[in-house]
């Protein structure tokens, strides 16, 4: 039972001059851990565990880590990301979970505490179940399992009086496993577990063959004095209609935590923290052996400092610590640092679309998102491959990720990450249609009614959506919250987290049951309520109206050459054919099946270009599709903005294994066209044109509406001579698409022999160029055949190093030239002829009109040994 008892005094005073003393200590344990399997020992945990025992024969192990991820680390197994290697690997399906059952084992120094200290070891993730021992004594006197549950122990009993500890670890996998039949999640069985689905295979991935078992996520020690600060919650209030920029009305800042008293007496303190240069703070007590849960006062901020969404306005981030202060002494118990950001998400009904709006500081919100599987397949995260990613996303002027619900709860470093470039975030719980029974399906093991249930320790389920709810809700970026991919949880599930869970954990963000749910997305249309996956006619995503937010619609997105050597044999590096006759419109090599590919390639729309004469020219015009397919698509949910849609998000932006489908960079980090295409389609205002109709028009997504905007449209014929079609003085309202002058007969005149190229620009009344755009045109028969025979245009090309890890290029096409088409800025390493990754660009696979030139930042981690040159290549343009 809880107790507290409040002692009713708030104080708000001026900070102390005196040094703060910070009472907590946290460390990981990340390294020095060994591993053997359970069937090369008969030692039990009680024997394993004492620190004389022998480990000379057991093998290094990679935690947090995997089994895998231990054994490619070791040199046991190949690459699994590479060619066909995964199918040289043992599948736990067909060996037994037995194979799979490690022992991983750490020694660490650390001393029995003294006094009131306590010494706390904390799992913040394994899969799926284990037994810990410590010094010869087991720890957990409970099960623990799931992968999605965190676990702290009280370990000052059982550290040794010299310092010298031994953890052991024995970590079984998930049961059942399933089987890796081709099925999405197989024969659907890993769903019966509270853990990820994909392991056991998905159309975008091949079954991870451990299930990723292992220590997965961070081991720490943390050290406090008797009261333990736990959970804290920060909530902020911004009432009213807000700007990004000027002075700012009040905001408020609510905050509670949990303190949890590990000793026999009742204790009396001080719960405070420290925020602009104030402390608040109140009194409390806590019962012997209890955890209270506290509410301080509100604290009202002053002009604050306000967290938008990416384009919006900035992201500021306020520290603040947290402690709390036993009476009568000076070091704190127990204090966390923390960060959060001052926002405040509302949702509203659009009656037009029938679906519903997002609203940040009281502004909607058009939402571009993508749709997130994981960072790496095989669980190895780290900061920097999350800010890299993180910073792709917000590159892509998207303003939204959604974590699919076949995957896990991001980590506390993905929502980091997400704070500090303005992504928003949609977290789906751990459900998807395919595994959990919303269709028939004889890949399935069992029937939809036994799918239903799953999983099949529902307790388990809302224990840990409790867990991970607290483990995130800090988070500015956390948008919303999800049931599922693509089905509700079962009712016993779903009742609990929407109606008891949520509003108290939580209580500010909005719950969907799942992920194209009528009460997010009306689905009027029919069928499943989002899609389509594959290639479309680009004047489709213009014409057709989909569902008013569409939850998952993408199409094709493979590499370029560079990409695809680093994970196809030389030997399969064969591009498909075309075959209209063929299942999927293409004849493709194995290995680009086995990758994925087959079932979401570019069927005939590479053909217009010239059928490709070998790997590289397939790559280069994959890419000029790829960056055609999602500007085209952004444009067309943006050119009806409110009146069609309140959002998309696209399936999907990024790849956690080396598929070959829907993705704007590759699992290696680096960028495709169509990264760029959907940036360009993405500006926050867009000058853009109809394919079909011709029609010019403007979307402005700000909040502001802009006056005095010149727009000019010209075409380029093949040979770089321009024509003005039209030159136009206007201005477009906040958060909105307008339609401007029709040009298609123009256009269709002007390139119906060869082609061309129509570049749009948008000034302001200053002549800063806002937006521009260059698409390029088929002749009048659908073929490319003036792109083909292009000369040459030499360029030149200036770079200047502006500080370490930031590269200024500057590339001039001269008069007389003709357009220098789509040219890909590379940084490559002089030593090695390999691309440097990650490498960030403000804008690649460009073009540059004759007599113009064009400007590109390059930013990268500066690392030792490696000698970066800039490399520019285009359709028409060979230079370094």
């Known amino acids: 039972m809880k107790q507290l008892f409040l002692l009713q005094t708030v104080i708000i005073s001026l900070l102390f001059s005196s040094p703060f003393l910070h009472a907590q200590t946290r460390y990981e344990l990340n390294e020095g851990w060994k591993c053997l399997p359970s069937t090369e020992t008969t030692a039990k945990g009680e024997t394993l565990s004492v620190p004389s025992y022998d480990l000379s024969a057991w093998k290094k192990a990679v935690v947090p880590g995997t089994v895998l991820t231990t054994q490619l680390e070791n040199g046991e197994i190949p690459d699994p990301f590479y060619g066909m290697n995964n199918n040289q690997i043992p599948d736990i399906y067909y060996t037994g979970r037995d194979y799979y059952t490690y022992w991983f084992v750490k020694d660490f120094q650390e001393k029995t505490p003294q006094g009131d200290e306590q010494v706390w070891l904390t799992f913040r993730g394994i899969n799926y179940s284990c037994d810990i021992y410590l010094n010869g004594r087991k720890v957990n006197t409970e099960p623990y399992e799931g992968m999605f549950l965190r676990k ?57 063959r451990d299930r990723n078992t292992g220590i997965w996520d961070k081991v720490y020690i943390e050290k406090t004095g008797a009261v333990n600060l736990k959970n804290p919650h920060i909530v902020t209030l911004v009432p009213g209609k807000r700007m990004p920029r000027g002075a700012q009305a009040d905001a408020t800042l609510k905050l509670s935590v949990e303190l949890e008293n590990t000793s026999n007496r009742k204790i009396s303190g001080t719960v405070s923290y420290k925020l602009e240069n104030q402390t608040v703070s109140q009194k409390v007590q806590v019962a012997a052996n209890a955890v209270a849960e506290i509410s301080l006062l509100d604290y009202t901020l002053k002009n604050p400092k306000l967290w938008w969404p990416s384009g919006y306005g900035e992201q500021p981030l306020y520290p603040i610590t947290l402690e709390f202060t036993e009476d009568g002494r000076k070091t704190p118990s127990d204090s966390e640092q923390l960060t959060f950001g001052v926002r405040e998400i509302q949702t509203d009904w659009n009656i037009l679309t029938r679906s519903m709006e997002v609203l940040v500081n009281g502004q909607r919100i058009f939402i571009k998102g993508g749709n997130w599987i994981i960072s790496d397949a095989m669980l190895r995260f780290s900061d920097e491959r999350y800010d890299a990613e993180i910073r792709y996303h917000r590159d892509m002027n998207l303003n939204l990720i959604r974590i699919w619900g076949g995957a896990l709860t991001e980590r506390p470093e993905f929502y980091a990450a997400c704070d500090k470039y303005g992504l928003l975030v949609i977290q789906d719980f751990w459900f998807s249609g395919d595994c959990n029974g919303r269709w028939k399906d004889a890949m399935k093991a069992d029937d939809q009614w036994t799918r239903r249930k799953y999983p099949d320790n529902h307790a388990l ?19 919303m919250w999800c049931g599922g991919n693509e089905i509700q949880p079962p009712e016993d599930i779903l009742f609990p987290l929407r109606d008891v869970l949520l509003p108290r954990l939580d209580g500010t963000r909005r719950f969907l049951d799942y992920s194209n749910s009528d009460e997010w997305s009306y689905n009027a249309i029919g069928s499943n309520g989002d899609g389509p996956y594959t290639i479309q006619p680009i004047e489709s995503f213009w014409e057709k109206q989909t569902w008013p937010f569409n939850s998952e619609v993408g199409s094709v997105g493979v590499g370029d050459y560079e990409s695809l050597e680093r994970f196809i044999p030389a030997d399969n590096l064969i591009p498909p054919v075309y075959n209209p006759t063929a299942r999927f419109k293409e004849d493709v090599d194995s290995v680009w099946t086995y990758h994925t590919y087959t079932g979401v390639g570019y069927e005939g729309y590479i053909e217009p270009y010239g059928a490709p004469k070998d790997i590289r020219d397939f790559a280069l015009k994959a890419q ?18 409110w009146e069609w849609y309140t959002g998309t998000i696209i399936w999907k932006t990024q790849n956690p294994w080396t598929s070959m489908r829907g993705q704007m960079y590759d699992c290696y980090l680096d960028p495709n066209a169509a990264l760029f295409g959907l940036r360009k389609g993405s500006e926050m205002l867009h000058i853009m044109c109809h394919p079909t109709s011709g029609r010019v028009m403007v979307v402005n997504n700000r909040f502001e509406p802009v006056n005095d905007l010149m727009m000019i449209v010209k075409i380029y014929d093949m040979e770089g001579k321009e024509t003005l079609l039209a030159q136009e003085l206007s201005y477009i309202g906040a958060s909105d698409a307008k339609k401007y002058m029709l040009l298609k007969n123009s256009i269709a005149r002007l390139t119906k022999d060869n082609g061309g190229f129509l570049y749009l620009q948008l000034l302001d009344a200053n002549k800063n160029l806002l937006s521009d755009n260059l698409y390029w045109y088929p002749n009048e028969q659908g073929t490319y055949s003036g792109l083909a025979a292009m000369r040459e245009a030499r360029i030149n090309v200036r770079t200047k190093i502006l500080s370490e890890g930031k590269v200024e290029v500057v590339l001039d096409n001269p008069e007389g030239n003709p357009v220098a088409f789509f040219n890909r800025i590379s940084l490559v390493d002089a030593n090695t002829g390999k691309r440097i990754l990650p490498v960030f660009y403000d804008d690649n696979y460009f073009s540059i009109v004759p007599g113009a030139s064009k400007r590109v930042l390059i930013e990268y981690s500066h690392r030792s040994g490696v000698n970066p040159v800039v490399e520019v290549k285009g359709w028409n343009v060979d230079g370094k």
């Open 152 to 208: 702290t122990f009280n370990i000052g009993k059982f550290l040794s009086a010299d310092g010298n500890n031994r953890l052991a670890v024995i970590v079984y996998p998930v049961n059942p496993v399933g089987e890796p039949n081709g099925g999405q999640g197989g024969d659907g069985r890993i769903a019966a577990n509270v853990s990820h689905q994909y392991v056991a295979g998905w159309d975008w991935i091949q079954p991870i």
């Open 461 to 479: 389920v809302v224990e840990s959506a409790a867990d991970m709810i607290k483990m995130i809700r800090n988070h500015p970026s956390l948008a």
């Open 624 to 641: 000029l599709v790829n960056y055609n397919q999602y500007r085209a698509l952004i444009e067309g949910f943006s050119s009806h903005i």
